[in-house]
């Protein structure tokens, strides 16, 4: 079965703080490919990274960071000093290549206060 | 540099009626994917193909079907629509081998509602 966690529900933090959006996956598939996307209120889906299930090498952009950990079936997103701008709805899909599903977990929701 | 093509914004249909939904792609992309959102939900996967006049279930495909008759297009049929079909409905593509594309690209999404 093919199966994503993001077990936190909304995150609510003010502006400047670090914040770390949790995602956990399940699949079967000996190759994937795991996105994290960005909703913001407009309804836009934001592509803002993809990692292959070879490439463990984790990643920085600006602020952004990202954490994949095969071990631990984990691939977490971390926002350095927040911003207004960062509040959005997070995705983090996976796709199994063996598959062919492209599938979503609920979202986490970040709300950055002023 | 519009990539996947939503036929309406917004629709509104009778219980009962048969709705269809468009989604077109102009990225030669093998697979596309059918979902709904609906709030605390995240995105659930209704349909999707891997290939022309392949289709597979997905998590939520009651009361849905689908039709590939080309590669670009992508059309999720509601046989006999009914309220609790409302609903946002999004439409994505993916460069499968992952070759030629890095991200899945959504369509524009079709509010539903049924009254």
């Known amino acids: 079965a093919q199966k994503v966690t993001q077990a936190q529900t909304e995150i609510s933090v003010v502006e400047k703080e670090d914040v770390t959006l949790d995602c956990v996956y399940e699949t079967r598939d000996t190759t994937y490919y795991l996105f994290w996307y960005k909703q913001p209120p407009s309804g836009e889906l934001v592509f803002l990274i993809r990692r292959n299930s070879f490439d463990e090498q984790n990643e920085i952009s600006g602020r952004y960071s990202w954490n994949f950990q095969k071990s631990t079936s984990s691939f977490n997103f971390t926002i350095t000093a927040s911003q207004v701008v960062d509040s959005a709805v997070y995705f983090c899909?996976?796709?199994?290549?063996?598959?062919?599903?492209?599938?979503f977990g609920t979202g986490t929701r970040l709300q950055v206060f002023p | 540099d519009v990539k996947v093509t939503q036929s309406s914004r917004y629709l509104v249909k009778r219980t009962g009626e048969k709705v269809f939904l468009e989604c077109v792609q102009d990225m030669d992309h093998e697979n596309m994917f059918w979902y709904r959102q609906d709030p605390g939900l995240g995105l659930r996967l209704i349909y999707f193909s891997y290939d022309v006049k392949m289709k597979e279930k997905g998590d939520i495909p009651e009361g849905y079907s689908v039709s590939r008759e080309k590669k670009e297009r992508f059309s999720l049929i509601l046989e006999s629509a009914s309220t609790n079909q409302t609903s946002m409905y999004l439409c994505a593509s993916i460069d499968g081998q992952g070759a030629r594309s890095t991200e899945a690209f959504f369509g524009q999404g079709t509010r539903l509602t049924v009254v």
């Open positions: 899909p996976l796709f199994g290549r063996g598959t062919d599903k492209l599938i």
